[in-house]
C-alpha cells in the first residue's frame, strides 16, 4: 500500500478511494472535473488586493497585513503551503511589527478555489493562531466548505507529486 503523505490524517477509506484513482490512472480527470478554471492572480501585487477584500469581507476587525506575496522558497515537503509572520523592527524608540502572508509560488498556476482556501486559512491566523477548533471554525465561516478544499489541495498536491 502506498502511503500518501498529504493524506495520513485521514481514514483509511478516503485513502483507499485516492489510490483506486490513482490505480486507474484517473486522479488527474477527478480534479480537472471538479477544479476546472485557473485563477488570474498572478503578481503579488494582485495576490494582495484579493487578501485584503477577503479580509474586508469576512475579518474586518483582524489585525492590518502589511504584505501578501508568492514565495518560491516555500517547501511543500515541509508542509508551509503558506506562511503568516509577523516580523518585529525597531524604528526610532519603537518597536513595529509588520504582518507578513506568503503563498507557495506553486498556487499561481493552481484552481481560484485552491488559492482562496490558502489566503483564508492564513487569513484565519490573524486571530487564531494555533489549528485548533476555533480556528476551524472561523475558515468554515471565511469559506463555507472548507475542510473539502482542503482534502481535494492534499489531493492536488499528491497528484502534483505523481505528474
Known amino acids: ?29 477527478y480534479l480537472q472535473r471538479r477544479y476546472p478554471e485557473r485563477h488570474e492572480v498572478q503578481s503579488d501585487k494582485a495576490l494582495y488586493a484579493y487578501a485584503m477584500g477577503l479580509k474586508q469581507e469576512r ?9 501578501v506575496l508568492y514565495d518560491s522558497k516555500l517547501d511543500v515537503v515541509h ?6 509572520t509577523a516580523i518585529s523592527r525597531v524604528q526610532g524608540g519603537k518597536l513595529k511589527a509588520k504582518k507578513e502572508i506568503r503563498v507557495a509560488s506553486l498556487f499561481k498556476d493552481a484552481a481560484p478555489e485552491f488559492l482562496r482556501m490558502i489566503v483564508v ?3 484565519a491566523h490573524l ?37
Request: overall charge neutral; some cysteine.
Open 127 to 163: 486571530r487564531e493562531r494555533d489549528h485548533s477548533k476555533a480556528f476551524y471554525q472561523l475558515c468554515e465561516y471565511m469559506l463555507p466548505g472548507y475542510h473539502q478544499l482542503e482534502f481535494d489541495l492534499r489531493v492536488y498536491l499528491i497528484w502534483r507529486e505523481l505528474a
Open 79 to 84: 508542509r508551509a503551503l503558506g506562511l503568516n
Open 59 to 67: 475579518m474586518r476587525n483582524a489585525p492590518a497585513v502589511d504584505k
Open 121 to 123: 486559512h492564513e487569513l
Open 1 to 29: 500500500m502506498t502511503p500518501l503523505r498529504y493524506l495520513q490524517a485521514y481514514p483509511a477509506s478516503l485513502q483507499d478511494q485516492v489510490r483506486q484513482l490513482i490505480a486507474e490512472n484517473r486522479l488527474g480527470d
